[in-house]
């Protein structure tokens, strides 16, 4: 009771904790999902909202669906336009920032000279040079700033963003221009440099190749490797973050009773294809194959084989029996066989009727009336083709192509196929628009010589796993996932299954890894912040008719890798750096030893290897490959015996045995040319900036 009593007396206290915590859980869950959305990203403090970036996106996406004239963006496109977007933001907010503190600006003044004065820049005239005469267009680019109220939204915004690309690319040109003059040349340098590449050496060379040595003849320990790291240390520079993975794979593979299914349900596909009449064959065809029927003739020689072989020559109503090609069964019925032009060409005037609206008034019958006579004024010569096209065709194209559809594959021409390919070259018709808009009166312009193609119904069915296979190999890389949930429990059990471990790095934004296409799901899971090092994703991924099974194996933050995450990587160089301690000292011996070439080769137990015509400016060293230390001692030094040299394939005693007279160099050329050189190293300071940048990119988050 005394225990009760003292609980009662102090309950305050537990009531006080409970309420600190539930107060604390709230904040807490108030703080984490403060401001909704998180943003796209940032770089040096600038803002990238989600709102923005996806507005951006879709203003590129529209550029692309008018551009490509598709309504849809592939999934590819799609993603390169929002990795465009993203870039864009990064590159144009560390350019501002860099010219905003040197006061770089583009003036009203060199905006209008790029568009009307002498410096055109090279976007506007490449969009506004004139085709026919090769030369920038002045009027038309006056007529579009003298009428750029009277344009169109869609118009406008496209003129806009022409402007802002004009201005940011002259910007970064200062820039790029004010940072590549500051690169300097000395004269006294470059003469230096001009005298040594004068003249040409023959030499005489003992080479000891790092490969001279084996692995055993040396012993590394860990002080090596650390030596190596530090010097080499800008060599592991890492400019975004990375993560490495390991994985196992399980395919999902038809199996027996699988295969042996699919073939029942071919053979009662098949059985009912032959019962099939013509005019239920494409309703039969959509119903009960993979692709959709096709009503177009084409080439035997565009199926694949065997069914090229068993169409080409088949008459027209001839069955193709099932049979596996190309990983799925397929069966077919040869529909027609008729000799046919590959390509067609043909022009055409568009009549429309109020139907189509775009302030266009007349009836339906004033249409098909004024289509008759626009018909019969071509047919009697009365009027060329191209003629009506300018003056009664409501195509809004005709300015451009003047009527003309150009050269189309037989079947692309739509509902005006069949008419263009049943009528001759040079002749016209006309033809209702299936949309109820209005007529079409079309000339046959052009035609190939006809060749035998085909009609065919084909069905396709597809060889693959069953729901039930899936499941079953689903379930399998569950339990491996489940039961093994670190990475020395995931090696230990793969090595146990023969399973194959393999390797992955990869970038925050990638979507593919290690031949997987479709790893996107994987790439975002390693870079949650809740996956850690070592761990085993609970989610089984499914890849390209797989599970596959992934652990965390390590993370690169942006900046240096560490010497652990690199000390594997860097053992064979270090290795080699040993040899050639062991090859200097050797060689070192030899030559304190001899009196010359001769001597030092019978020392070393190796022969003498001549090259002639050396110079400072070759890009090899005879055989040995690149060499630029041993080309660089050899143009510095007095005819004899120089080394030894550390070189980049091993170590070298080099005699120089004559020189050839100096050829005469200009001087300033090769200063010019050498300042070049490093003015092109403007190319690298985009990464530059974004080395030193603070940028913080939350794309994955999203996509």
């Known amino acids: 009771m005394a225990i009760i009593g003292t609980i009662r007396k102090h309950s305050w206290v537990a009531v006080l904790i409970v309420g600190v915590a539930i107060l604390a859980f709230i904040l807490g869950d108030l703080t984490k999902n403060r401001g909704g959305i998180p943003d796209m990203g940032k770089v040096n ?14 203003e590129m996406e529209n550029n692309y669906k008018v551009q490509q004239q598709t309504a849809q963006v592939p999934a590819e496109a799609e993603r390169q336009i929002r990795e465009q977007v993203w870039q864009n933001f990064v590159d144009e907010t560390l350019m501002e920032e860099q010219t ?28 506004f040079t004139n085709p026919q005469t090769g030369q920038y267009d002045l009027r038309q680019v ?19 963003e022409v402007e802002k690309a004009v201005r940011q690319d002259r910007e970064q040109q200062k820039y790029s221009n004010l940072i590549g003059m500051a690169f300097y040349m000395p004269k006294a340098i470059a003469a230096k440099v001009a005298e040594y590449g004068a003249s040409t050496a023959n030499v005489r060379v003992v080479a000891l190749p790092f490969q001279s040595v084996n692995d055993d003849e040396v012993t590394l320990n860990d002080a090596d490797y650390k030596n190596y790291y530090t010097e080499h240390r800008s060599d592991f520079r890492v400019r975004e973050e990375l993560r490495d993975v390991q994985f196992v794979s399980f395919p999902i593979n038809p199996t027996a009773q699988d295969m042996a299914d699919i073939q029942n349900d071919v053979m009662k596909v098949w059985a009912e294809l032959q019962t099939t009449t013509d005019d239920e064959m494409a309703f039969f065809v959509n119903a009960e194959s993979y692709r959709p029927y096709d009503s177009n003739y084409v080439r035997a020689s565009t199926f694949t084989a065997p069914l090229d072989q068993l169409i080409e020559g088949a008459a027209a109503g001839t069955f193709i029996e099932p049979q596996i090609t190309a990983g799925e069964w397929v069966m077919a019925k040869v529909m027609a066989a008729a000799m046919r032009p590959d390509s067609l060409r043909a022009s055409s005037i568009l009549i429309l009727n109020s139907n189509a609206g775009n302030g266009i008034t007349r009836n339906d019958d004033q249409a098909k009336h004024l289509a008759d006579s626009v018909l019969a004024l071509v047919n009697g010569n009365r009027m060329s083709f191209e003629e009506a096209v300018d003056q009664f065709s409501d195509d809004q194209q005709k300015s451009e192509n003047h009527g003309d559809l150009n050269w189309q594959l037989d079947g692309n021409f739509g509902f005006l196929n069949e008419k263009i390919v049943n009528t001759p070259v040079g002749q016209s018709f006309i033809v209702d628009d299936p949309r109820e808009i209005g007529y079409w009166v079309v000339k046959v312009t052009d035609k190939t010589a006809p060749v035998k193609k085909y ?12 729901s039930a296979t899936n499941r079953a190999v689903y379930a399998e890389a569950s339990k491996f996932a489940g039961q093994n949930r670190t990475i020395a429990e995931f090696t230990a059990a793969a090595q146990q299954n023969n399973m194959q471990v393999r390797s992955a790095r ?78 200097m000292a050797r060689a070192d011996e030899a030559v304190k030893a001899g009196k010359d070439l001769a001597s030092v080769a019978t020392k070393l137990n190796v022969a003498i290897d001549s090259i002639d015509s050396v110079s400072f400016n070759d890009y090899y060293f005879g055989r040995y490959g690149m060499e630029p230390k041993v080309q660089s001692a050899v143009a510095v030094a007095e005819n004899g015996l120089i080394g030894p040299i550390h070189g980049a394939n091993g170590v070298y005693v080099v ?49």
């Open 45 to 58: 403090g600038v803002t990238m909202t989600n709102q923005h970036f996806n507005e951006l996106v879709a």
């Open 100 to 127: 905003s503190k040197l006061g770089l600006k583009v003036t009203a003044a060199e905006v209008s000279d790029m568009y009307t004065g002498t410096f055109i820049h090279p976007y506007l005239r490449q969009m």
């Open 142 to 160: 006056n007529y579009w700033i003298e009428n750029f109220d009277q344009l169109d939204t869609a118009q406008r915004m496209q003129w806009l």
């Open 455 to 466: 009609r065919v119904a084909m069905i396709s069915h597809p060889i693959q796993p069953s």
């Open 506 to 583: 990869m970038s925050m934004m990638d979507d593919q890894m290690a031949g997987i296409s479709s790893a996107r799901s994987i790439v975002q899971w390693a870079f949650n912040e809740d996956s850690k090092i070592g761990s085993v994703a609970d989610q089984v991924f499914e890849c390209d008719n797989m599970f596959v099974v992934v652990t965390l194996k390590d993370v690169y933050k942006k900046g240096y890798a560490s010497f652990d995450q690199v000390r594997e990587m860097i053992e064979q160089p270090v290795r080699l750096e040993k040899k050639a301690d062991l090859l």
């Open 655 to 703: 005699n120089v045995d004559s020189r050839a007279p100096k050829a005469e160099v200009d001087g300033e050329a090769v200063r010019s040319r050498l300042a070049m050189g490093y003015r092109n190293k403007i190319r690298m300071l985009t990464q530059v900036l974004k080395d030193n940048a603070k940028i913080k990119d939350q794309r994955n988050k999203f996509f």
